[in-house]
């Protein structure tokens, strides 16, 4: 792989994508991808090791063999009840006082902001700063080349249990390749779907997946919030498979073909073939109470998503409103049905920017959120001398704010 490309891997509940992208100069370039699926994580937990790393290694092989270039590390997006965020503060004074700020001084107050306690099972997996201050002077982004005696941060630092990273980290090690770095999915959904204004206004990510949603909060062109639910659109055929009695292979293939999320929209008389356990031959039945069982569950999401949002105290401004993405939000009259549940909030769909090259646009925010933060964030990935452990590596990834 060059220089400038970057090789990340976003580990669902229903697949695993590998995607490889690079700086193109004007944005980002998608060289290659593989999605396989995968049954092997639950909830952003490792479930099955051997399952996961069989998935990572056909996906991965797939894009090496595809670009005809081998893949060293890779940027792995990490979620999962375990992972908490935190706002700290750092603080700097500037000596000899009144001179010019270095790249230097920006990474050692955001190194600051990162002695915080945290229990001895978690460790930090990032530290992001959301603002920078001069003397007093709030909101600045870019601090380098400004003069001042005192520089503060204030910033968000995510943190995950010990062991789930571990397990992570042994997948990947056990399919045959490195941890680059982590980067918490709900950043990078983010990334992947906002615009530059929803990103400042203060506006809410919701990437439903197949086993949970994660939810992040953006404000000031930075995240300050992020939370995960463990419902996702698994929960949607679990439900079907459970009320009407089928395989859920069945009752995902009726959720995709006649599914919608406001059953009140769906016309009385149409039906639709649904083949029950034990019966040998399809019967009809109202597609009306299909997008009943469909509406209930996702009005649960719903709820649950808007009651994350008031706990975060940031939720109840979001001027942005709220995103969905992920595959459960591409389900017909998602927006509508988290609309009608949190009428506080405008709602949108967003799919990746790139995404029409990727086949399933709305499953992919996490993936390209994850390259055009990696390719962002290049050189503080990339450690100064040797091969240092991602663990070790500075974590203060800025280049973000120049966005
Ligand atoms: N067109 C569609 N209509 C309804 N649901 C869909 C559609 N496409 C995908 N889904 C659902 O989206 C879910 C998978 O979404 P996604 O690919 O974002 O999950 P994941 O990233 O693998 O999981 P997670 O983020 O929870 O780890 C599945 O439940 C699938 O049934
Ligand atoms: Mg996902």
Redo the contacts with the bound molecule.
Sequence with gaps: MNNESIAVL?L????VTCLVASSDGEGMAIDGFASVPCRG?RR?QVADMPEVSRAIREAVQKVQQDLEEDIESLVIGI?GAHIEGINSQGLRPIIPAGRKLTHQDVLEVINHSRSVMIDQDREQIQCLPREFRVDGQRNIRQPVGMSGTKLEVLSYIATGAITSLQNVEEAVNEAGWKVEQMVIQSLASGIGVLTPEEMQLGTAVV?I????T?IAIFVNGSIAFSACIPV???N??SDLSQLLKTSPEEA?RL??AS?AALAERIDEKESVEVIQLGQPVARPMQRRVLCEIIESRMREIASLVGKKLEDSTLGTVLPGGIVLT???S??KFAGQIFEATLPRYRVRVGEPTLGTKLGHPV?MA?SVGLASFALQCFDEFSPADGIVPWRDRVKTLFSMLSR
Excluded at 12 to 15: D, L, N, P, R
Excluded at 209 to 212: A, D, E, L, N, V
């Design positions: 976003d669902g509940s229903t697949k994580m952003g979620t990437d997946g197949g086993s949970t994660d996702g659109g698994s949607v055929t995902e959720k995709l599914g992920g595959g459960g591409a389900i499953g996490t």
